[in-house]
Nanobody, 118 residues
Framework: QVQLVESGGGLVQAGGSLRLSCAAR????????MGWYRQTPGKQRELVAS???????NYADSVKGRFTISRDNAKTTVYLQMNSLKPEDTAVYYC????????????WGQGTQVTVSS
């Protein structure tokens, strides 16, 4: 089983930056993919960015050029550097972990609020 511990988030003015972190603890199967999703009230959770254990990154069009996802050398912590934040980036951000070798189907963090004021 994997536990995802998120940190970061908060309130920032438009144009500002925030950094989210998510540490995976437990039995970590590899290869795997870690990512960040976000959700606002009444809307479906959407992918923001993901990165494989081979460091292949994928981004939503809405964040390309502004957000950067990365992993530490141990491949157990994922970071999301968010620059040039916009009010529409306001959401609860969730960390996600999946591996084809893990029968659980994936894990989610508890979520962290990001609020961007105009």
């Amino acid at each position: 089983q994997v536990q995802l511990v998120e940190s970061g988030g908060g309130l920032v003015q438009a144009g500002g930056s925030l950094r989210l972190s998510c540490a995976a603890r437990g039995i970590i199967f590899s290869p795997n993919t870690m990512g960040w999703y976000r959700q606002t009230p009444g809307k479906q959770r959407e992918l923001v960015a993901s990165i494989t254990s081979g460091d292949n990154a994928n981004y939503a069009d809405s964040v390309k050029g502004r957000f950067t996802i990365s992993r530490d050398n141990a491949k157990t912590t994922v970071y999301l550097q968010m620059n040039s934040l916009k009010p529409e980036d306001t959401a609860v951000y969730y960390c996600n972990f999946v591996s084809k070798w893990d029968p659980s189907g994936g894990y989610w963090g508890q979520g962290t609020q990001v609020t961007v004021s105009s």
